[in-house]
């Protein structure tokens, strides 16, 4: 079945280096969301990219979706302890009679003050 | 007020007992989900409903029954309760079936032990 792989599993940086995760997917993707979920708590939307090789900014993160729509990014710029989270991609699958979100294995940011 | 609601947050029962997690969300949207969050953080669809009508079903046991008695609520009930059915349970909803952004309640958090 359809996977959706991210590294790093984990990521630990000094406050104020820049973080990035990476995104694969076995299979042509329709769309890609991002999603963060804070310790202990639950995942929030953060953006969708539909278009093969899209890129979107939120003041310091900066998403991309691959031209071939199998891979993206996350980018944070300038991290802040704020940032500190699992970030997860999950990819729009339109195969078959069922439309479902594939949530890649998500990377852990620890940021240190 | 919240969007998607669960109840219970923390469930700890003993293996061989049956539970339910219910789920409310009053976003007026059309699709759910149950989603099922084991201890590596993985976040794998369980189940989705459409006004009511059951459009995924993942390879899931059939100890687990998801019901929808209307389109603002969907419910998890597991029968026989093993070991390996803790983990933290997410309902979400959207507004399309075909993957709009999801929104997350706060997670039920099952402990069998």
């Known amino acids: 079945g359809q996977q959706v792989m991210q590294i790093p599993q984990y990521q630990h940086v000094q406050e104020g280096e820049d973080f990035t995760t990476y995104c694969n997917s076995s299979?042509?993707?329709?769309?890609i969301q991002w999603y963060k979920q804070r310790p202990g708590g639950h995942p929030v939307f953060l953006i969708q990219?539909?278009?093969?090789?899209e890129v979107k900014k939120q003041k310091r993160l900066t998403f991309q979706f691959g031209e071939a729509k199998k891979n993206s990014s996350l980018h944070i710029t300038a991290t802040q302890t704020t940032d500190v989270g699992t970030y997860f991609c999950a990819g729009g699958d339109y195969g078959g009679a069922t439309n479902k979100l594939i949530f890649g294995t998500g990377t852990l940011l620890a940021v240190q003050p | 007020d919240t969007a998607v609601s669960q109840t219970p947050k923390y469930l700890v029962t003993q293996m061989g007992n049956d539970k339910s997690i219910k789920c409310e969300q009053n976003l007026g949207h059309d699709t759910m989900y149950w989603y099922k969050q084991d201890s590596k953080k993985f976040l794998k669809i369980m189940f989705s409903?459409?006004?009511?009508?059951?459009?995924i079903n993942e390879t899931v046991p059939n100890r687990f029954s998801p019901k929808s008695p209307d389109k603002a609520h969907l419910n998890l009930h597991i029968n026989s309760l093993e070991l390996g059915d803790s983990a933290v349970y997410f309902c979400?909803?959207?507004?399309?079936?075909?993957?709009?952004?999801?929104?997350f309640g706060e997670g039920s958090r099952l402990t069998v032990l």
């Open positions: 409903y459409n006004n009511k009508e059951l459009i």
């Open positions: 990219l539909v278009k093969s090789g």
């Open positions: 979400a909803s959207t507004t399309s079936r075909n993957t709009g952004e999801l929104f």
């Open positions: 299979t042509t993707l329709s769309n």
